[in-house]
């Protein structure tokens, strides 16, 4: 049953091949100094940083370098980023890349006009801005976080081994954002197949929650098909337009609250990613395939109902003659399947865990309250033993 909510996305979006020009008509619409950023090189060797410079000096702009945005974007990088703006006096961050630079402009954002502490203030008291925030505006190379069009900013500190998410309200959320799926092509393999687990995950985070007839799973149900879809044509042929294009706009719908509203969530998946991220630095997606398994086997009995209808929607299980379980079970060996194909590491050990980090990765991981079953540490020990 649906309850109460509330459906407010603030996002424009500019779609397709020829977006980028699109940013002609938003530049104009705030102040002259904008803070370009950018991450570790790659939009100046596949030619977007060329691209996005020649617009904003077309338009007049003064043009303030931020680059260097990591991938798992640092609190101290944030920090330089918010002397960078108060430095150049930026009236638009202008973030060029994937979730990290997004991201990590949003924290930016929200911390310019804050005497306070970002770490602090955002990630460990999950407060909300009291001050003047900085717009922000995206133009995206990477499908995958859905940060695009969401409040989303996850920010890693690592003295503390701590990754943390705050959603940020419509204020922070981007004013646009561009997405060009040709942007997407030069993206190395193993990124795409990230962003293309981190995309079908998030649509599993919400839809593993609940029982009742709701529209939003039946939602999530055909975003999934789409991915499974899409990614075994972009895994074959990279330069599939189609595919990656169905593969961008996915991501986006993936994770812009749409497919949330009026049902419960669970997101345990990626609290236990981003503690493997914590340890490890791994990349977001693949941190997320390598516990996903174990930890829906885990919580398979206690959703039984909704894994039978992902196997028989999602997977096109054969119900026929098998009992609720048989086909519960058969549905994750379809997507372990689908997982293989697309060459993602289904272990932690794969991306840098060692077992003498298991109980510290547990100690970074946040219990939330989870779906069908709150996790105990213990449970989580015994995930990440499972995926070592
Ligand atoms: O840094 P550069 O040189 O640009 O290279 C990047 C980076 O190494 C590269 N890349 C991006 N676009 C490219 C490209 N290389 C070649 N061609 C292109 N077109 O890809 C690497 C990864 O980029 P990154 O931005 O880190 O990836 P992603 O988009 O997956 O973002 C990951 C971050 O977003 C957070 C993650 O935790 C992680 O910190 N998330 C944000 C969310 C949100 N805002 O709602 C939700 C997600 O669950 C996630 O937690
Ligand atoms: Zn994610």
Redesign the pocket.
Known sequence: MLGNFCYHNATKLYFGPDSLEYLNEELPKYGKTVQLI??????QK?GIYEAVVAILKANDKTIVEDGGVM???TIEKVRDGVRIAREGKADLLLAV???????YAKAVAVSVHCEEDPWEKYYVRYEEPDCKILPVGCVL??A????EM?G???ITNHAIKRKA?HVFGPEVMPKFSILNPK??M???RR?MI??IY?IFN?ICEQYFSGEDDNTSDYLAEALMRSVIHSSRIAVQNPQDYEARSNIMWSATWA?NTLISRGKATDWMV?QIG?AVSAWTDAT??LTLAAVSLPYYRLILPYGLQKFVRFAAEVWKVDPTGKTELQIAEEGLAAMKQWMKELGLPLSIGKLGATADMIEGIADSTNLLRGAYHKLSRAEVVQILKESI
């Open positions: 950018y991450g570790g090189g790659s939009i596949n991938p798992n974007p890349g994937g979730g990290s630079c997004c991201d190379t990477m995958g976080t859905g940060s969401n989303g900013s996850v998410g942007f997407t030069s993206l190395p990124q990230a962003g981190d998030h994770l990626h981003h977001h997606g």
